[in-house]
């Protein structure tokens, strides 16, 4: 158990951290917290354990720490990356992984974080692992955060409606992401987007 409460005390600090050094980036701040409703309910649907479920709700509320280290000119650019820019943005995913892997109660949740842009079909970031090679939990956040990107406005361009984000979802099953997952979430979809509404 006391492993257990050093998990949730860390979390604490780190999301505090991380709310402060996104104070400068409400919409990332709110990314985070969307994602991490919807992990949280797309695992609990998966009927994964109460503990399970808490490392995926943690590792979604802290997938995009590592974009503390992007630079502003890049993080805040309101035109398309370019290829230089993108291989900078991309380095979040190690950079997320490298600043919670130091601490021994965050292990699971760092590899999570690490793993969360990688594909099923393993042409993702940043180690190309494909489909059970990639963390469970990685795979849950990946459909969370591209149906939060999908569904958020761009200045480069506008929010998908639900209904083509969801036809993109299941465009992509077993492409991007994990077709049992993909499975469960459109099954639920509706579910999991009122999970989202919490924090527009």
Do not use: Q
Request: hydrophobic share 40%.
């Amino acid at each position: 158990m006391k492993k257990r409460r050093n998990l949730f005390m860390y979390h604490d600090i780190v999301a505090a951290l991380v709310s402060a050094g996104e104070a400068r980036d409400i919409n990332t701040y709110k990314h985070s917290a969307r994602v991490s409703d919807m992990a949280e309910k797309i695992a609990y649907l998966m009927g994964l354990d109460k503990s399970s479920i808490e490392i995926v709700h943690i590792a979604a509320d802290l997938h995009d720490i590592g974009k503390i280290a992007i630079p502003d000119k890049i993080l805040f650019k309101s035109e398309k990356l370019d290829d230089n820019e993108w291989k900078i943005m991309k380095s979040h995913t190690t950079t997320g992984y490298d600043i919670l892997e130091k601490l021994e109660e965050f292990e699971d949740i760092a590899k999570i974080v690490r793993h969360h842009h990688e594909r099923w079909d393993g042409h993702g970031y940043p180690d190309r692992k494909a489909h059970t090679e990639i963390p469970l939990g990685a795979r849950i956040i990946a459909i969370a955060d591209s149906i939060d990107a999908m569904m958020s406005n761009r200045s480069y361009r506008n929010s998908l409606s639900s209904s083509a984000c969801k036809i993109e979802i299941e465009k992509n099953a077993g492409i991007m992401y994990d077709p049992t997952i993909t499975t469960i979430v459109l099954e639920h979809w509706h579910e999991i987007l009122n999970e989202r509404k919490n924090n527009l």
